[in-house]
RNA sequence: GGCGCCGUAGCCAAGUGGUAAGGCCGCGGACUGCAAAUCCGCUAUCCAUCGGUUCGAUUCCGAUCGGCGCCUCCA
């Protein structure tokens, strides 16, 4: 029988962190907001991303069958302004759709590629909004015939009015938001200034489609309540996003799905916090973001950025530095060069002492409770950490048998399926790399330490570095 | 104005009503032909400040100071 772990979360919704008992049982639906694709994403952005696998990662490697659905929004107010600009006045409906997708594909590539180098799992279902407006034009529909949507001058907006719940997420009452600062007055026509917008009425310049209010496009909010209901469903587990989407996004997405459904659609709602540079957050108009290239180009590996993100907790705030960088980049060490002393061969054979199988069983538990206890990433990892200090000292004093090693690796397997971080590595090399190597080591035998310097130096240029060991054997890694 | 969050060692960071996990840096040591790497050990009488509750508070309550977020662009 396939054990499930317990797993609760912080619950934006009732601020209170809550187990995940799916509808499903033994399978979780999880809807993200996933990137609006007009430019890179900024590490920032990314964040959010990383925080959603993290949390895939962990109801997969808990025992969760999971379905994901995150969204690429590939129709929207900036993708309009910077697909557009190249086009003549007249220029055709058509053509104007023809240049927005030739922006999005090309920004959803790079994405894909962002993903993949820090090693995100890529979501099960990834709906383009562009390919789902049909749905989205019965979703308002289905509103306006039930009183919650009302036409002006081929716009539709949502009646706020009419959900007496509005508000319930972001825990905002109507007065709280009628002293908002930034209400957009121009919106004359709508019958209050706090209704959203679920279908913009053609301007000129734009890609449209047709609807029965005339020609326009979706508002931002209405894609994912649809896309959502169409591909996870009524009734969905989780949903995510970052926590600047808590209001309005969220917020109106529940007005959307649920007044159409009449009940409630998400269970669980999870927000990951920002990335802030020097005490500020990060953005593009302050201009103080960098990408997962740039980071690349300064030679940091992406998987450090991702451990550097988990390593923290993800509803606290990150200060990004490059310092905290280099000390992630050092702790993964730490855990890489246990994995590859456990990995080790061995050579004869044994008592066990049985010390290291109690030591073992308590991190595994420390562990799983950290991360049930809404993703505590650094008590799960300290957990980790307070193990590798166990059997080093342990195996210092009495080498651990094949069969300890092997029990420890399953562990740092287990755990590395969620942060992804400390795989094993396969050991092969390019002959070349081999005989330079040997040639090394029989230097090194007859103590001929200039020749053996020289080709250990010249190996590192190569950027393999050796490891001398105490049984006379040399290790190698890579740099 | 409304709704929230945060302040723990040089840096990052977890945590609990009963007396401070873990990581980085640093220092000392082991190992080494020398290194590198690795490993071991050490490193907060104290948790922003001031009060209160309590047998006991870093942990609860109040105030103060400081930093930050949201209140219809936003991961």
Known sequence: MR????????????????????????????????????????????????????????LLAAGYQ?????????????????????????????????????????????????????????????????????PMKDLIQSLMDKGLAYEREGSVYYRIAGFPAYGCLAHLDREGMQSGASVDMDEYEKDQAQDFVLWKAAKPFEPTWDSPWGPGRPGWHIECSAMGMEILGD???IHTGGVDLVFPHHENEIAQSEGALGHPWVSTW???????????????????FFTLRDLVEKGFDPVTFRYAIQSNHYRKLINFSFEGLKAADHSLKRIRAFRRRMEEVVPGTWEETGESAPRLEKARTDFWAAMGDDLNTPEALAAIFTL??????????????????????????????????????AASLDA????????????????????????????????????????????????
């Open 66 to 134: 999971v379905r994901h659905c995150m969204n690429v929004t590939d129709v929207e107010d900036k993708i309009i302004r910077d697909s557009q600009g190249e086009l003549p006045e007249d220029a055709t409906n058509e053509a104007r759709h023809e240049a927005m997708k030739a922006l999005t594909d090309k920004y959803t590539v790079f994405f894909l590629e962002d993903l993949d180098a820090m090693r995100i799992l890529p979501p099960s279902v990834m709906p383009k909004a562009t390919d789902h407006i049909g």
């Open 3 to 58: 054990i499930i772990r317990p797993i609760s979360l912080f619950n934006t919704l009732s601020r209170k962190i809550e187990p995940i008992i799916p509808v499903t049982p033994g399978e979780v639906k999880i809807y993200s907001c996933g990137p609006t694709v007009y430019n890179f994403a900024h590490i920032g952005n990314l964040r959010t991303f990383l925080f959603q696998d993290l949390l895939k990662r962990t």
């Open 235 to 237: 009734r969905v587990d």
């Open 388 to 425: 590798i200090s166990d059997l080093n000292a342990l195996d210092d004093r009495v080498a651990l048998t094949r069969k300890e090693r092997d029990a420890v690796l399953e562990f740092l397997d287990e755990t590395d399926s969620i942060f992804s971080a400390w795989p094993h590595e």
């Open 270 to 288: 999870v927000h990951g916090e920002f990335l802030m540079v020097e005490g500020e957050k990060m953005s593009k108009s302050l201009g103080n």
């Open 432 to 479: 070349e790399i081999e005989a330079l190597i040997a040639a090394r080591k029989e230097a090194r035998d007859t103590k001929n330490w200039a020749e053996s310097d020289r080709l250990r130096d010249q190996l590192k240029s190569m950027g393999i570095i050796l490891e001398d060991r105490k049984d006379g054997s040399v290790g190698w890694r890579k740099a």
